[in-house]
């Protein structure tokens, strides 16, 4: 969901917990926040790629930093869930 360019990515999660979880507005402010400047945030990152991935191996260098991200981030999420499954 947090890829650039997806668009109501944060509104989806924001709505859906919100409706799942009854949260009041202070605690969803995170992904409020978010909802509002989603759009600019979506730019501003195909932005960056435009103006640093321009080379074969700038674009390599991208593709490597975002497999390792999406890494990291299932990696989290799997601690997550294992400290929530205890």
């Known amino acids: 969901m947090q890829v650039p360019g997806r668009p109501v990515g944060a509104d989806v999660i ?10 009041d507005d ?5 992904y409020a ?7 600019e945030h979506g730019e501003n990152a195909m ?4 103006w640093f991935a321009r080379t074969n191996e700038q674009q390599a260098r991208v593709r ?7 890494l ?6 799997e601690g997550y869930d294992a400290l929530l499954d205890r």
């Open 47 to 50: 932005t960056a790629v435009e």
């Open 26 to 30: 202070r605690t969803l402010e995170f």
């Open 72 to 77: 990291a981030h299932t990696g989290m999420a």
């Open 14 to 23: 924001y709505n859906a917990l919100r409706k799942n979880y009854d949260l």
């Open 33 to 39: 926040v978010h909802v509002e400047a989603e759009e």
């Open 64 to 70: 490597r930093a975002f497999r390792w991200s999406v």
